[in-house]
Structures are given as structure tokens and as C-alpha cells.
């Protein structure tokens, strides 16, 4: 007797049809639904997109070089912005001291400062999630080890700790070069902020070590090294993810802070840390723009991938879907 609702069967000689790209799956998941649905993240997404855009394309979008000597005057230094009696249409948000032009250099400096950001920060979480790895898939006096250290870190304040390294290398090469000056920058950011990853990513892995796939693996003769590149730290990447994300806006502050104190960044490449140094000290004398125009930047970039750092940790805990 034949089934009254048969199965339809694919047509002879027809291929399957194709697995979805994962663009495809992005855009039809949870994570680009509740993107859409929050306002706030939209408005988060559009300035950073923006800031980041022109720090990239600085060299096309600024209107003026900054740093370009032979093309300052000193007679154009500390004009208002345009709106203002005494501004000129030529720099939209006024001069600095050297006749620098104040929205080409926001460009510039949010270029640097960014970059200082995203490497320290990679870094950080390269040191943090190895030894986070390593900590809790091995366990014993490795795992105390580590943790005892992230003690330690975690004791002093993290703009303390990277004054302290930051110091100790330019006292180390007190001749060196530019590049080894943001690797230095970079490594004093970096250390201060690599606990949070060990202490996350330890958690999630001590959880992760006791599921039946790594028992498998390790039944079948697997190596610890490769269970925990291929299957562990997959499976734990999404809480440091999130954490990345907030941290890009603490990163870049720390610089900026650096910056301001006169230890940061080389004063030949200026960042918005030492641009709002440099405006301070003509702040009282009515020449506000100087260092208010770089700390909005500052405040843009923090505050929107904080928001953004928000509605990612929101958006992959299951318990708010």
C-alpha cells in the first residue's frame, strides 16, 4: 500500500543545491537580526566606521598635511575655527600653535592612535589567551603559577605598569629609532593588559577540558597541543572576542594617557594623546580648540566601540535571545 504523503525525490541528474556562503549565514543569523534591531549599535557602528575610515585615508581625505614642514606658516598659527571672528573657511576647525591644520591632524593622530590600539591589544590577547589555554587545559603548578602572576598584575594599576615598562625600554634605548619607540608603547600597553584574557579564557577552558569531545580525543591518542589548538580554543574564542572588542577602547586611551604625560608616542608622530597635551597648555589662554577637538575624538572612538564591545557581549549570550 503506498504512503498517501510521499517524500518528493530530487530529479534525476540534478546537483544538490549549494551550502550557503557564510556571508549568506551572517546576514540571515542571530547576530546581524539583533544588529538591526538596536539603534544604538547602528549609531555606534557609523562613527567608528567613519573615524576609522578617515585615520586610514588620512593621505586623501585630510585637507592639509600637518606634518608637512615646508608647508606651515607661522602666521596661520592658532586661528579659530571657521565660524568664529578671525577664522578662515581653509581650516574648518582651526590651527594650532604651528599653523597646523586641527581636522588634518585628528586624522593623522586618530591614525596613530588607533594602531597603537588594535596591536597592543592583538598582543595582549595572543600572551593572554596562550597562557590562558595552557593554565587550564594542564592544570597542577602551571595553573597556579600563572594565576599567582596574574595576581600580581592585577595588584598594581595598568597605566602604572606600562609607565614602568615604557620607562624601563626608553631607558634601555634612549637613541632608538621611531619604530622601536611604538614597540615599545605597544609591549607596555600589551602587558598591562593580557590578565583579563589568561583569567577569561582559563575559565571557559577548565570547563571545556572535562566535555566528551576531548576525552575522545584524548582516547584516540590525540596530542594535548593539537586538542588544544583544534578543538578547545575554538570553543572558547567567543567570550575573548567580546573582550577584545571593549578593550580596543581602553588600549587606546592608555596611549592617549601616555601620551599626555610626554611618554607615549615620538612627538614627530603626534596622536591625539599628545595633540590634547599640546592643547592644554594653551587652554587658558582662550585657544580651546586646540585640545578640545582631539579629546571629542578621543571621547567618539572610546564611546563607540565600548557601545559596540556592549552589544556584541549582549548579542552571543544565549540567555538574552
Known sequence: MSSPNPVPQAPTGMAPAPAPGALKRFFA???????????????????????????????VVAPHNPFDLASLELMDSRLPPAWLEGGST??????????????????????????????SVMLSMLIGVGLGLLAGFVG???DAFIMRVCDVMLSFPSILIALLIDGVGRAMFPNAHDSLAFMVLILAIAMS????????????????????????????????FRIM??????????????????QVAAAIITEATLSFLGVGVPPTSPSLGTLIRVGNDFLFSGEWWITLWPGVMLV????SVNLLGDWLRDALNPRLR
Open 140 to 142: 597542577g603548578k602551571v
Open 29 to 59: 543569523g542571530d547576530v546581524w537580526h539583533s544588529f538591526k534591531r538596536s539603534p544604538t549599535a547602528i549609531v555606534a557602528a557609523v562613527i567608528a566606521f567613519i573615524c576609522v575610515f578617515c585615520a586610514l585615508f588620512a593621505d
Open 193 to 224: 593588559g593580557w590578565v583579563q584574557y589568561a583569567r577569561t579564557v582559563r575559565g571557559s577552558t577548565m570547563v571545556e577540558r572535562n566535555k566528551e569531545y576531548v576525552q575522545a580525543a584524548r582516547v584516540i591518542g590525540v596530542s594535548s
Open 300 to 303: 567618539l572612538i572610546a564611546l
Open 229 to 246: 589548538r583544534k578543538h578547545v580554543l575554538p570553543n572558547v574564542l567567543g567570550p575573548v572576542l567580546v573582550l577584545a572588542t571593549i
Open 90 to 119: 581653509k581650516f574648518l576647525l582651526g590651527t594650532d600653535d604651528q599653523g597646523r591644520d586641527i581636522l588634518s591632524a585628528l586624522m593623522y593622530g586618530a591614525r596613530i592612535s588607533l594602531f597603537v590600539g588594535l596591536a
